[in-house]
């Protein structure tokens, strides 16, 4: 688990690198430019580090449902070199994610406004852009982004509801340690799938109320995440109680 959470870390502040500084940057200079070429890397970064956060989390919520339905099989299963091949796998994926968005946007023509309606560059917000008819291109948008966060979402409960479902045949000290682990990765994927949902799967205009969703899973949801899995975990409380007493100790003495 916590191989996977050093991962999960490191892409998260990779994904909220992408867009806060510049963001905090323009609040305070209002200075809201970016040039093309920045404009396509900051696309192309958010969109890699978010797919390959979504991986991750599918590849924890796996590893979580090893651990405590398979509990036998864990080590042998998940060993350290399947372990490093999930995480390649799930950067090649995202890289070949952020990559098909990058060719829709590098043939697109712009040549009216140059105004994004958005505080970093996204899909949406350049479509919106474009001199031609992009409704084809907006469905395949939605096809791959908005489905693969709807069906990674979706399996997501489903392994928890598993999981949970499995837990009543547990001790109750197994049971409320594997309910401490769960309920942080529930609380993680709901923080992070649903504002992410509601963004690529437009009900109506694509370019509606996304900035307050994506604020959620470009910002806030990378930002709780350490609290999320420190304060949830209880490994991760008996260790903070550990050194917060030794350094109580070594100030009375």
């Known amino acids: 688990m916590y191989f996977f959470l050093s991962y999960l870390s490191l892409t998260d502040v990779c994904f909220t690198s992408t867009v806060a500084p510049k963001l905090i940057i323009d609040l305070l200079v209002q200075?809201?430019?970016?040039?093309?070429?920045?404009?396509?890397?900051?696309?192309?970064?958010?969109?890699?580090?978010?797919?390959?956060?979504?991986?991750?989390?599918?590849?924890?919520?796996?590893?979580?449902?090893?651990?405590?339905?398979?509990?036998?099989?864990?080590?042998?299963?998940?060993?350290?070199?399947?372990?490093?091949?999930?995480?390649?796998?799930?950067?090649?994926?995202?890289?070949?994610?952020?990559?098909?968005?990058?060719?829709?946007?590098?043939?697109?023509?712009?040549?009216?406004?140059?105004?994004?309606?958005?505080?970093?560059?996204?899909?949406?917000p350049l479509l919106k852009l474009a001199c031609i008819d992009t409704r084809l291109l907006v469905i395949i948008v939605i096809t791959t982004t908005g489905m693969l966060s709807i069906l990674t979402f979706v399996a997501l409960v489903i392994s928890c509801i598993i999981i949970l479902s499995t837990l009543r045949m547990r001790s109750s000290r197994g049971r409320q340690k594997a309910l401490s682990t769960c309920g942080s990765h529930i609380t993680v994927v709901f923080m992070f799938f649903l504002p992410l949902i509601f963004t690529y799967v437009p009900m109506g205009d694509p370019v509606g109320d996304d900035k307050v969703f994506a604020l959620f899973y470009t910002v806030i949801a990378p930002l709780f995440n350490p609290l999320i899995y420190t304060l949830r975990n209880t490994d991760m409380k008996n260790a903070m109680r550990k050194v917060w007493c030794q350094e109580k100790l070594s100030e009375g003495k």
Do not use: K, W
């Open 31 to 124: 200075c809201n430019a970016i040039s093309y070429n920045g404009c396509i890397v900051q696309m192309f970064s958010a969109h890699f580090f978010g797919a390959t956060e979504i991986f991750i989390l599918v590849v924890m919520a796996y590893d979580r449902y090893v651990a405590i339905c398979r509990p036998l099989y864990y080590m042998v299963t998940l060993n350290r070199t399947v372990c490093y091949i999930l995480v390649v796998v799930s950067v090649i994926g995202a890289f070949m994610h952020s990559l098909v968005h990058v060719l829709i946007v590098i043939r697109l023509p712009f040549c009216g406004a140059n105004e994004i309606d958005h505080y970093f560059c996204d899909i949406f």
